[in-house]
């Protein structure tokens, strides 16, 4: 779906002072010592396996600055040889692709479950809608950047398939499927997400998009951001997903891409909208929308709902001005188990995300530090701490002991103010 322009109002106000706390020392020597952002050759992608591939050479827009030599900062190299599959073997795993092996549709193609007996495993097939006009341009993108790519956050492609006018990819199977499946429109008698899962599924896909912008030598804007395409596996652990819209950052003393505007509405970062200069900060902004949707339960856009609640971010805009109205963002779902300052630094993060100004969001690296240390605290729901949404939050020694409303976006909360219990 393309990006349309979004709210142009800020969410945290204009005249904001952002001091955002950076990570360790150590973090931020290493990332210092070894930062992508510095002088990178231009790469072309060379794998003779996409010789075959219509145009595959017309791409260089989407695919310039990689190659299957790129390495991360460590000296690890990235990714792996993706396998070719023969239609007649897609075929065969999916029982021709049986409506009984379907198990969901994006924007370019349908889904199935299926097993290759040339490898014994059960893996996910998404087969390209043929008919769609960019088709063939997203399977090379996919194809390139998920086999330059190796991170426990990020979805495998174990292979694809080329056939004529056929194009198929092969990941590995997530058992649990995509984390909008979790949030919404759930059934009466499903259960929704604990607290610590919700922020457990934060961190991880955080930690997935901090290796793309920051551990990769040819950082990646992942460009696409969304709850449906986070994917979650054994013990709900989540991994990115659907690289078709990624583009390679910009290099040298360029500060951003210009490009087509692509995205979903409501996760799409206002400044990219309205100019078509991708950033690294344009991710962030989707990432502070997807986390908005994890600590509420509500969709990016949900058009069922009232004029002033349809856009979640423009909804929690008042809310963050009001510290009394904090916990009427919480997911229903939650039932109140929640920590009061766990949730306050959550929304802190999520606010500082959504900043209207691109320069006043912060890194991804600090995200992941803040996240990381809320998907530490153990968190035990007892009848003293399931809090009523309807009341307002206790007195300020319980909550946070910063003076800064979370509207205003100045720091972060010190260590010992992040704490996990109520």
Not at 112 to 136: P, S, W
Request: proline share 5%; charged share 25%.
């Amino acid at each position: 779906m393309g990006c349309f322009r979004c709210n142009g109002a800020s969410v945290l106000g204009e005249d904001t002072d952002y001091d955002c706390k950076k990570a360790s020392d150590q973090a931020r020597s290493e990332k210092t010592s070894s930062s992508p952002r510095g002088s990178r050759k231009v790469l072309d992608v060379k794998n003779e396996d996409l010789s075959n591939l219509p145009k595959s050479k017309q791409l260089n827009s989407e695919t310039d600055g990689l190659d299957s030599s790129d390495t991360t900062n460590d000296g690890r190299t990235s990714g792996s040889r993706a396998q070719t599959f023969t239609f007649n073997e897609l075929a065969a795993a999916t029982g021709d692709f049986s409506s009984d092996f379907f198990i969901g549709e994006g924007g370019f193609g349908k889904v199935y479950r299926g097993h290759l007996e040339k490898i014994n495993q059960v893996v996910a097939i998404k087969q390209l809608d043929r008919n769609g006009l960019q088709g063939t341009k997203e399977f090379v993108v996919e194809v390139a950047m998920l086999t330059l790519v190796d991170h426990p956050n990020l979805v495998k492609l174990i292979g694809f398939c080329a056939e004529r006018d056929q194009r198929l990819l092969v990941y590995e199977y997530m058992p649990l499927g995509s984390l909008d499946k979790h949030l919404h429109d759930l059934p009466p008698s499903r259960k929704g997400l604990d607290w610590s899962t919700r922020m457990k599924i934060s961190a991880g896909a955080a930690r997935g998009l901090e290796y793309l912008h920051d551990k990769l030598k040819t950082p990646i804007i992942y460009r696409d951001l969304k709850c449906s395409n986070i994917l979650l596996s054994e013990d709900y652990h989540p991994k990115l997903s659907d690289f078709g819209l990624a583009k390679v950052g910009p290099s040298g003393d360029k500060t951003h891409v210009s490009t087509r505007v692509m995205g979903t509405y409501g996760y799409c970062a206002p400044d990219y909208a309205m100019t078509g200069q991708l950033t690294f900060k344009s991710d962030i902004y989707s990432f502070g929308v997807v986390l908005l949707e994890i600590i509420t339960g509500r969709k990016a856009f949900d058009p069922t709902k009232g004029p002033k609640e349809q856009n979640l971010v423009a909804w929690v805009r008042p809310l963050f001005r009001d510290r009394k109205k904090f916990s009427l963002m919480a997911d229903p779902m939650l039932e109140g188990r929640y920590p009061l300052r766990g949730l306050y630094q959550a929304l802190a993060i999520a606010a500082m995300c959504v900043q209207e100004q691109p320069n006043m969001r912060p890194a991804i690296a600090d995200v992941v530090t803040a996240l990381s240390y809320l998907s530490s605290q153990k968190y035990e729901p007892s009848n003293r701490n399931i809090h009523n949404t309807d009341k307002n939050l206790p007195p300020s020694n319980t909550t946070m002991k910063s003076s800064e409303d979370i509207s205003t976006g100045h720091r972060w909360p010190k260590k010992d103010e992040e704490v996990g219990g109520s």
